[in-house]
């Protein structure tokens, strides 16, 4: 374990096995540590709680941000993980229970209920994410990206028109900004879900949390669920059109320019092709209500 740490961690500035201590004194037991992804807090779990460790003044940054938008959160009604403990190199909160439920008509009433909790939240939040580059990594990276998109299922032009069009709508309403499964935990015992990991809390057009979750529901009944309600609470069925194909397109363009073709996951990249017709078949309908 402590090999993996040493290359996860700057040990100059971060001493692992004296915040492992912090922590464990607060929590009374030792958390054991889980792999993250590159650039963002280290992540240890106990029984009951969920420990964010830094290990470079980016990612205190975001243990704070994280530890201020949970707190609003829990007291604006949004269902979050509790903060336990807040310091400067560490967060401890409540692990949520994950029964590792992503379908089904109490996973998707409970995923809507909270999404409707987050754009309408009564007190502003802390703090947003700042506004950043679509894509990263220079020309080289962006070149890459374009070939990939060539040799993939999604038609170049339809990606830069929906994109633009998705530019231009009003971003007028508190979103998630990550509103995928993995970050929507479902108590099977409670019929609710805990939202997590709040990194990219935005202003966006209405309905972008839904409409991102949407084309990862692999049930058709789940998708209608979303769909029933965007339809019934959105003012504007020409703009959640719009975000609803931009959507669908903007996670098949992440499935085919991430990896190289060689690695694509093809029934997922297939699936979601589907759900791009879907989302355009929608577009359309909205299109022509009155």
Not at 19 to 31: L, S
Not at 50 to 58: K, Q
Not at 64 to 77: C, I, K, N, S, V
Not at 160 to 185: F, Q
């Amino acid at each position: 374990m402590m090999t993996c740490l040493s290359s996860a961690f700057n040990v100059d500035d971060v001493d692992i096995e004296e915040v492992i201590a912090e922590v464990a004194a607060v929590v009374g037991e030792r958390p054991q540590l889980v792999q993250t992804r590159a650039g963002q807090p280290w992540v240890g779990l106990t029984t009951d709680c969920a420990i964010h460790i830094a290990h470079d003044d980016r990612t205190r940054s975001r243990i704070r941000e994280e530890a201020e938008r949970l707190a609003w959160a829990g007291r604006t009604g949004i269902p979050v993980p509790a903060v336990v403990e807040s310091r400067p190199d560490w967060l401890v909160t409540a692990r949520a229970v994950n029964d590792g439920v992503t379908t089904g008509r109490d996973y998707v009433e409970a995923a809507i209920g909270a999404a409707r909790a987050i754009a309408g939240a009564p007190e502003p939040p802390p703090s947003l994410r700042a506004p950043v580059a679509a894509h990263g990594g220079g020309r080289k990276a962006g070149l890459v990206r374009v070939a990939r998109i060539m040799r993939s299922p999604l038609p170049p032009g339809e990606f830069r028109a929906v994109r633009a069009e998705a530019g231009g709508l009003r971003k007028d309403t508190l979103a998630h900004g990550d509103y995928v499964l993995h970050n929507i935990l479902f108590d099977r015992s409670k019929n609710t879900v805990t939202v997590i990991d709040w990194e990219f809390l935005t202003r966006a057009p209405a309905h972008q949390d839904l409409l991102m979750l949407w084309p990862r529901l692999t049930e058709a009944d789940d998708r209608a669920l979303v769909i029933e309600e965007v339809e019934r609470t959105t003012r504007d069925k020409k703009a959640a059109g719009v975000l609803h194909h931009w959507l669908a397109v903007r996670l098949l363009a992440d499935l085919v320019t991430k990896v190289p073709p060689a690695e694509w996951d093809r029934p997922r990249i297939g699936a979601t092709v589907a759900r791009v017709a879907e989302a355009k078949t929608n577009r359309a309908r909205w299109f022509k209500a009155p």
